[in-house]
């Protein structure tokens, strides 16, 4: 079944790590986004990517970093000048600029040690 | 950049009870999406409005999109144990095209049975 991947689905960091976020679609989607959510703040974009090779920066895209190699995926890296950090993170995808509503992997929670 | 209130923040009812939440957009939009999460889960696609004065339905759910393009609501109607979650209205930046959504914070809804 298609869908979308995000790995681990949990993640402890120590504070002044830098660490990696997974994830994965074979939906065969152009587009990919990563959002952060915070209890009561919904859902706030960080980065998102149209086309391989290219993205750009969403609302709070501070302290985080992306790339898009491959159409599949799409990793985010939260790194140490993030300050604060824990959240759950949620990767989603979409086809024909949105049209059809994306789609969301199960997320990664975050959590800063 | 542009903003999207739902109201209310949380809604407790009694299963039976109907339930509605409604969202504001600070621009016009060419369309609204409406997603559903439910607790511990990632936001699933419900249904996307593009007409003014649009009305879709599903089952008990009852979809609006305003005469001006700026607002929407989400209507159930004898609420159900299985309707709990958070309930998002989505609209995609720069109001007329689709792609990058920019999300309410979320009405999250608690129905006791």
């Known amino acids: 079944d298609g869908g979308i991947t995000q790995s681990p689905k949990y993640l402890f960091r120590k504070e002044g790590q830098n660490v990696t976020l997974s994830c994965e679609q074979n939906l065969n989607h152009d587009a990919m986004y990563w959002y952060r959510q915070d209890p009561g703040q919904g859902l706030r974009l960080i980065y998102y990517s149209q086309i391989v090779n290219d993205f750009q920066k969403g609302d709070i895209a501070e302290g985080y970093s992306v790339s898009r190699e491959k159409k599949e995926s799409f990793p985010l890296t939260v790194t140490s000048a993030q300050k604060n950090p824990t959240a759950f993170y949620l990767c989603?995808?979409?086809?024909?600029?949105?049209?059809?509503?994306?789609?969301f992997g199960s997320g990664t929670r975050l959590t800063v040690v | 950049g542009q903003q999207v209130m739902q109201i209310p923040q949380y809604q407790h009812v009694q299963e039976g009870e109907d339930f509605t939440t409604y969202c504001n957009s600070s621009?016009?939009?060419?369309?609204i999406q409406w997603y559903k999460q439910r607790p511990g889960g990632h936001p699933v696609f419900l249904i996307q409005?593009?007409?003014?004065?649009e009305v879709k339905k599903q089952k008990r759910l009852t979809f609006q999109f305003g005469e001006a393009k700026k607002n929407s609501s989400l209507h159930i109607t004898a609420t159900q144990t299985t309707d709990v979650g958070t309930y998002f209205c989505a609209g995609p930046d720069g109001g007329t095209s689709y792609g990058k959504l920019t999300f309410g914070q979320g009405t999250i809804l608690t129905v006791h049975p």
């Open positions: 621009t016009t939009l060419s369309n």
């Open positions: 989603a995808s979409s086809t024909d600029g949105g049209y059809y509503g994306y789609t």
């Open positions: 409005l593009v007409k003014s004065g």
